[in-house]
């Protein structure tokens, strides 16, 4: 299976009932990251049936679009509910094109699991993010009750109808610890992560309206195996000062004035 299938695979499943039940939690886990995040640019790299940068009110915001030959016009057609605001670009996302340390926010809506190279594409967010600027990553977790039937289908040779949509056949699913270990060799720091979608691995919408009920408990007990994983990370620079603290130490760093006072006391002191 080509990457360029598997675009078009993830597009199709996303309007299943799965499909939607996951688009559903994971808006809803960025509209409440994003919403208080200050900055001027900010951009979204891939999977358009998500609205990553809607609730942020950065001035300048991008929705690249990864246009690889095969991957169909629909992939690459503008949202047409996306605020005005928000302007498309097409772009590869392992060559992006802008200046270095001149982002403030990237969303990564499962754009590692379908890049031409993960390792690359991190690399280009971390290289156009500024210093303090945070990156957010929502990825499938295939430590889940959701990949757990995805590998068990494989198994059993059903690879017709999988659950999940399929990757190219040399890419396996980036697991959560192991981003944790690809931000940190870039100097990423880890804000915030969590789980999420614990209803069962079923294909009807009625059946999983019901078992709704079972995310709260989800996140209580079993956390780490929601099928879907979302991370917050912040780009660290060490050795950075911020200008504006420098002052302020400066301003309040004594004068010298106590030491010569002090010489001239002991000067009265000396007898003729």
């Known amino acids: 299976m080509t990457r360029e299938a598997s675009i078009i695979e993830l597009a199709a499943w996303l309007e299943t009932p799965p499909g939607r039940y996951l688009l559903a939690w994971e808006q809803a886990q960025l509209d409440g990251a994003v919403a208080d995040l200050f900055g001027f640019h900010a951009l979204q790299l891939g999977l358009p049936q ?6 942020n009110r950065m001035p300048h915001r991008w929705l690249a679009l990864d246009c690889a030959p095969g991957a169909g016009e629909e992939a690459c057609e503008d949202r047409p509910d996306a605020p005005k605001a928000i302007v498309a670009l097409h772009c590869e996302f392992d060559e992006l094109p802008f200046e270095a340390a001149s982002l403030d926010l990237v969303v990564l809506p499962h754009a590692l699991e379908l890049a031409r190279d993960p390792h690359q594409t991190l690399r280009e967010v971390e290289r156009v993010l500024r210093p303090e600027g945070r990156v957010v990553i929502l990825g499938m977790n295939p430590a889940s009750f959701w990949g757990l039937r995805q590998n068990l289908g494989r198994l059993r040779g059903k690879t017709r109808h999988p659950y999940l949509p399929r990757l190219s056949p040399t890419r396996e699913r980036i697991g959560y610890w192991r981003l944790r270990d690809w931000l940190r ?77 002090l010489h001239q006391r002991r000067s009265h002191n000396k007898k003729p």
């Open 50 to 55: 998500l609205s990553g940068l809607d609730a």
């Open 185 to 261: 060799l870039l100097s990423f720091e880890v804000e915030g992560a969590r789980f999420g979608v614990y209803a069962p691995p079923l294909r009807s919408e009625k059946w999983l309206a019901r078992w709704r009920w079972i995310e709260r408990i989800g996140q209580r007990w079993w956390p780490v195996l929601g099928a879907v994983y979302f991370i917050v990370a912040v780009k660290r620079v060490h050795g950075m000062r911020l200008i504006g603290l420098a002052r302020q130490q400066k301003q309040l760093k004594p004068k010298a004035a106590p030491a010569v006072a």
